[in-house]
């Protein structure tokens, strides 16, 4: 019952605050308490009862007459994380209902609630198999509403289904590896383990042989034309994921991030990894840099919708009114990193999202404002393995349910050319 208690408390505060991610949240509420609670089981926990809790908010509402109210989030928090034990982990129903009742009772805001999350518990339990919920009530209806306006209600089904699945672990090999049998490649360079478990524990970290990085995520730098000894400029570059591919690559990269928490991060990798790209930690927008580059890589800022599987936080964190704020940025960045880029230059322009307004509007928008930039078409001579991402217009475009089993990110890419 204590863990129990650990998780309700993690989670309220995650709603209290509703700004910060869910793993900046566990990383400061283990170095803030002493608890008994597993790390690899409260993140369990945690992301179970974020990718549900819309679908389970419908069978709770469902099974009640009454209103919960929102100031009283807490009542439908328990009820949310007794449902994750209930049908995710499959626990005993009576050891469930009896744990989250009593820890109702324990406190004097929930205490005269108790009763009610016992009857609201058990008629769930009943009535289980009577429950439907639709596809699209599992995730806000906004973004349900945004995929089904620019894919059509099938793909928006598709993916929201598979953006509320558990993710595998993709990493990259850089070096060879002794990875242990439960990996399998699924291209080149690129292996993938079901179930994450603790990174830091796989055979090759310490050594800096590879690193975590989704597939989705791995295809951006090798749409360059051959950077093997070429400088190449990362812009919005941290954590360095794609630097780190690049400089396996060969190339002689310039890392460029605003965020001094993130290019910490992307520091300790180079150091793990033994790469020592040069790094700049200026807004890239206040950046003044004379000279330009052949090849740039622009991994924008974005609502980040493609990665909802991998960060289920997202569903709460972002919101419709955020998306005005992400595409101006973009195109801000676009213009910017198209002024850093030499005639006959290539820019590679991706966004780890499937939303249209921050993918493939935003090259119709810079294709129209500056003539002497044109799309370089992806075409599937040059990359056979990429084949079912190419879009009509030469961009590639991947969805959370594509690369079964295990999905991947969903990402939007494209490569562009400037003429003079």
């Known amino acids: 019952m204590e863990n129990r208690k650990d998780l309700i408390a993690l989670i309220n505060k995650f709603f209290d605050r509703r700004t910060v991610n869910i793993d900046d949240l566990i990383d400061d509420y283990y170095s803030q308490n002493e608890t008994n609670l597993k790390r690899s089981e409260c993140i369990l926990v945690v992301n179970s009862f974020l990718r549900n809790a819309h679908e389970f908010d419908q069978i709770i509402d469902k099974c009640t007459n009454k209103r919960i109210s929102k100031n009283n989030l807490i009542i439908r928090n328990i009820l949310r994380i007794a449902l994750v034990e209930l049908y995710i982990l499959q626990r005993p129903s009576y050891a469930v209902i009896d744990s989250w009742v009593e820890i109702s009772k324990q406190k004097k805001r929930t205490k005269p609630f108790s009763s009610f999350v016992n009857a609201v518990l058990r008629k769930i339990i009943s009535e289980k198999s009577k429950i439907k919920i639709s596809t699209q009530q599992k995730i806000p209806q906004w973004l349900w509403m945004s995929w089904k306006q620019d894919y059509g209600v099938d793909v928006a089904n598709k993916i929201t289904e598979a953006s509320l699945i558990e993710p595998p672990l993709d990493i990259y090999c850089h070096k060879k590896t002794n990875l242990d049998n439960q990996f399998i490649e699924i291209e080149k360079n690129i292996f993938r383990k079901s179930k994450a478990g603790f990174v830091e524990d796989i055979e090759g970290f310490k050594k800096g042989q590879w690193w975590v990085q989704d597939i989705s995520a791995s295809i951006p730098a090798k749409l360059f034309s051959n950077i093997k000894s070429q400088k190449v400029l990362d812009l919005c570059s941290a954590p360095g994921g794609k630097a780190m ?9 310039t890392c460029v991030d605003s965020s001094k928490q993130r290019v910490q991060l992307m520091k300790n990798n180079f150091t793990r990894l033994k790469f020592n790209p040069e790094i700049i930690n200026k807004d890239i927008l206040d950046w003044t840099c004379t000279k330009t580059f052949k090849y740039i890589l622009l991994d924008a800022p974005c609502s980040a919708t493609g990665t909802i599987r991998k960060h289920p936080d997202l569903i709460f964190l972002k919101n419709k009114n955020e998306l005005g704020k992400y595409i101006k940025t973009q195109q801000a960045l676009l213009e ?10 290539q820019l590679i322009y991706c966004v780890c999202s499937v939303q249209k307004n921050e993918g493939i509007k935003q090259v119709d928008h810079i294709l129209k404002k500056f003539k002497n930039i044109r799309r370089e078409p992806i075409k599937k001579s040059e990359f056979t393995q990429f084949e079912k991402y190419i879009t009509k217009d030469g961009d590639i475009q991947t969805f959370p349910y594509m690369k ?17």
Not at 245 to 250: A, F, L, N, T
Not at 336 to 345: D, I, M, R, V, Y
Request: proline letters at 3%; charged letters at 20%.
């Open 336 to 345: 910017k990193a198209l002024s850093l880029l030499s005639t006959q230059g």
């Open 245 to 253: 591919q690049m400089i396996s690559m060969g190339a002689k990269v």
């Open 404 to 420: 079964k089993p295990g999905g991947m990110d969903g990402f939007f890419i494209s490569r562009l050319y400037k003429e003079y």
